[in-house]
């Protein structure tokens, strides 16, 4: 059974001086400001769709790798810190993204560990998803 997740938003304005929100609907954890600011100044308390795709990947990505890790037959990462970079450019929209993930996991060498790092590059939904995008993956195996 496929799962669907809802987030409402609104706006009132035009694009330079309007402001809205957006309502995580299905898990009920609130609204955010948004603003045309918040896209390419300071976010000054106010989100824009560029956190929340960054916000997206990184668990997305987190997510991906621990499963790919499993998958193979490796212990669960004790961590998995990803940090999402989004980069966007008036008039072209998004640009880019950076991936940066550190991984926590006993027992795992490099060859194992790379790939799973790949199949989580392939697999990530999010990834996917954002493919018409050039994403760049720096991935790492933190010290233990």
């Known amino acids: ?8 938003a609104h706006w009132e304005g035009s694009l330079k001086e309007g ?13 955010f400001a948004v603003s045309w600011a ?9 989100t824009s769709p560029e956190e929340l ?13 621990s499963n790919e890790l499993v ?17 966007f450019q008036p ?7 950076t991936l ?8 795992v060498d490099n060859d194992k560990f790379e ?7 392939k697999n990530c939904p999010v990834s996917r998803a954002l493919a018409a995008t050039p994403i760049t993956y720096d991935v790492s195996l933190a010290e233990s």
Do not use: W, Y
């Not at 998958?71 to 940090?83: F, I, M």
């Not at 008039?91 to 993204?97: A, F, N, P, S, V």
């Open 1 to 8: 059974m496929a799962a669907v997740r809802t987030a409402k």
């Open 19 to 31: 402001e809205g929100e957006v309502n995580l609907v299905s898990s009920g954890v609130g609204n």
């Open 38 to 46: 918040a896209r390419i100044e300071q976010p000054n308390g106010k």
């Open 53 to 65: 795709i960054a916000a997206a990947h990184s668990t997305c990505f987190s997510m991906s790798i």
């Open 71 to 87: 998958l193979a037959g490796n212990p669960a990462p004790t961590s998995v810190d990803t940090t999402a970079e989004v980069t």
């Open 91 to 97: 008039g072209q929209g998004i640009t880019g993204i």
């Open 100 to 107: 940066t993930c550190s991984v926590a996991v006993l027992g």
């Open 115 to 121: 790939a799973a790092a790949e199949a989580a590059k």
